[in-house]
């Protein structure tokens, strides 16, 4: 199946091209981007050309993940990991660069994902996980709908520290309030 591409405002979510490594390997890591997503610190700055060409082959293979764009330029990536036997995906959200951080291209994204998961593939679910420590974005995800569903209680070890995980979901009904 391939994925369509979608569009809000200035977000736009497309297919991984084999142009966007270069984009790609421009950002790098960064400590806000390692923050967010659990990376060890020893990660930051350090991405190659082979790092952004592994990138590259690990999207190209997910069933379900786009790039961002915003206002044209290649901003991040999300996805939609499916788990079919239980008619659910598993949503996640990369922005690489923090100066575009607080324009509402993760909510725009979002809205985009929840929208396809729901009216087109037609999900029962979708969930996600968040650090603990992420308070922007457990509440961007509260804002949409999702609920906290549980913990996985210091299930992520970064740099030696052990930090808990948060795991939200948001259901059909809920989203298009049946």
């Not at 569009?7 to 806000?32: A, F, H, Q, T, W």
């Not at 990660?43 to 050309?49: L, S, Y």
Request: charged residues 30%.
């Amino acid at each position: 199946m391939s994925l369509p591409v979608l569009k809000k405002e200035s977000v736009k979510l497309r297919p991984v091209m084999e142009s966007d490594v270069k984009l790609r390997l421009k950002y790098g890591i960064n400590e806000s981007f390692a923050s967010m997503i659990g990376l060890s610190r020893n990660k930051i700055g350090q991405f190659t050309d082979e790092d952004a060409k592994e990138w590259y082959q690990r999207v190209k293979k997910h069933p379900c993940k786009w790039i961002i764009e915003y206002n044209n330029i290649f901003v991040g990536a999300v996805s939609l990991r499916p788990e079919v036997m239980d008619n659910k995906g598993r949503f996640a959200i990369e922005i690489y660069d923090e100066n575009m951080y607080n324009k509402g291209i993760g909510s725009k994204a979002l809205s985009l994902v929840l929208d396809y998961a729901f009216n087109h593939i037609k999900y029962h679910k979708v969930y996600l996980r968040a650090l603990d420590y992420n308070e922007r974005a457990k509440h961007v995800y509260e804002k949409f709908g999702f609920v906290k569903e549980g913990i996985d209680r210091e299930g992520a070890c970064i740099d030696g520290k052990y930090y808990s995980d948060v795991y939200m979901g948001i259901l059909r009904r809920d989203y298009l309030k049946e």
